[in-house]
Every structure is written in C-alpha cells, then in structure tokens.
Antibody, heavy 121, light 107 residues
Framework: QVQLVQSGAEVRKPGSSVKVSCKASGGAFSTSTITWVRQAPGQGFEWLGGISPIFGTPMYAQRFQGRVTITADTSTTTGYMELNSLRSDDTAIYYC??????????????WGQGTLVTVSS | DIQMTQSPSSLSASVGDRVTITCRASQSISYYLNWYQQKPGKAPRLLIYAASSLQSGVPSRFSGSGSGTDFTLTISSLQPEDFATYYC??????????FGPGTKLDI
C-alpha cells in the first residue's frame, strides 16, 4: 500500500516562496502520477498540478502557471511542490495525492496528511 | 472549467438514517465522478470512484450512482463515524479536475 508523508507546516512572508515535499513509500513511485491539491481555510479543493515521475513532465493548472513548480526525485521517491510570489490568499493546506492513472477514469488515493502553509507579514 | 455543485450544502441527520447527497456537473462528464469523505483535520478519503465503484475497505452502506451531469452518494444507514464533509470530484477533464464545494453532514 502506497503511503504519502508530507513535510511540516510552514510560515512565509508575502512575496517569498515555499517548497513542500511528499515522500512515497510502499509502492511503485516512478509509475504513479503525484498530484497536488490545496484547501484554503473552510473552503473546497483546488488542483494545482501533477507530475509523472517516470516521464518527469509536470502539468499545471492555468491559474498557477508560472508561479508553481512541481518536481519528483525517483531516487528518494519524493515529490515536491514549490509556490512562488506568495500572497495571503495562498494560505491553505497543501495535499499531495497519488493519481490512479487511466484518465479520464482516474481518482486520487491515497492522500498525504497535508501541509499547512501560512502566508503572513 | 467544468463547474461542480452539490446539494444540500449541509445536512443534519441521525444515526440509522438514509442520506442522499447530490452532485451536478455543468456539462456531461459521463461516469467520471469520484466521492471523498473528509473529517476535521484529516486528509480526504476516497469512497467511490467512477460514479459507482466502491473503494476497497469502504463499508457497503456507501453507494454511488449517476451519469452525465447528475450523481448521487447514498449512505444507507448512518453510523456515528459517517458524520463528515463529503466532496465530489470530476475527472472528465483530467488533468484539470474540479471538486464540488462539499456537503457537511452532522448530527
């Protein structure tokens, strides 16, 4: 069973960057797609992007294009999401999840435990 | 983007009740619809995928149905551990997936 463990909570100032990690264990990391989703306080979910480690080519949501960078290190089975030019409305819990593949018949399972990113001056 | 709506936004029910939550897509998404459960302070948990397939380990009191634009999640007999927020998610436009706003189920 794949398990995803994320890095700890972060506090950043507006205009800075944050990088969140997602360590996978118990499964075939390289052949999975790791996706990143965020949830603002009391809000729903927003897809940021994803990456297939074996291919290494990330995909990004249009509204985050140019501000988010998603990477994966197959040697450490770890995925990363870096968000730049942070604003207060980027304050959210950031989740990684494994995409089951087989799009469009696909789903997210399992999920990491989430990483709270707080942007405040 | 495909917009997802859910109704009701919140729902009060009792243990043993049968509960139905509705999810609607702004365009046809075939059967590419998933349901998740989220409890406070926890990550979402996959319940139903591809509209009606029960994820391994999920109790059989959960079921999903629908296709096209209209979908339902049904809990046949509510248990205390089912009080949570439920979200639908469309994968038709993968990778640009979208989620519903959630339905909070409480006692």
């Amino acid at each position: 069973q794949v398990q995803l463990v994320q890095s700890g909570a972060e506090v950043r100032k507006p205009g800075s960057s944050v990088k969140v990690s997602c360590k996978a264990s118990g499964g075939a990391f390289s052949t999975s797609t790791i996706t990143w989703v965020r949830q603002a306080p009391g809000q729903g979910f927003e897809w940021l992007g994803g990456i297939s480690p074996i291919f290494g080519t990330p995909m990004y949501a249009q509204r985050f294009q140019g501000r988010v960078t998603i990477t994966a290190d197959t040697s450490t089975t770890t995925g990363y999401m870096e968000l730049n030019s942070l604003r207060s409305d980027d304050t959210a819990i950031y989740y990684c999840a494994r995409d089951s593949g087989g799009a469009p018949e696909s789903w997210f399972d399992p999920w990491g435990q989430g990483t709270l990113v707080t942007v405040s001056s | 983007d495909i917009q997802m709506t859910q109704s009701p936004s919140s729902l009060s029910a009792s243990v043993g009740d049968r509960v139905t939550i509705t999810c609607r897509a702004s365009q046809s998404i075939s059967y590419y619809l998933n349901w998740y459960q989220q409890k406070p302070g926890k990550a979402p948990r996959l319940l139903i995928y591809a509209a009606s397939s029960l994820q391994s380990g999920v109790p059989s009191r959960f079921s999903g149905s629908g296709s096209g634009t209209d979908f339902t999640l049904t809990i046949s007999s509510l248990q205390p551990e089912d009080f949570a927020t439920y979200y639908c998610q469309q994968s038709y436009s993968t990778p640009q997936v979208t989620f519903g706003p959630g339905t909070k189920l409480d006692i």
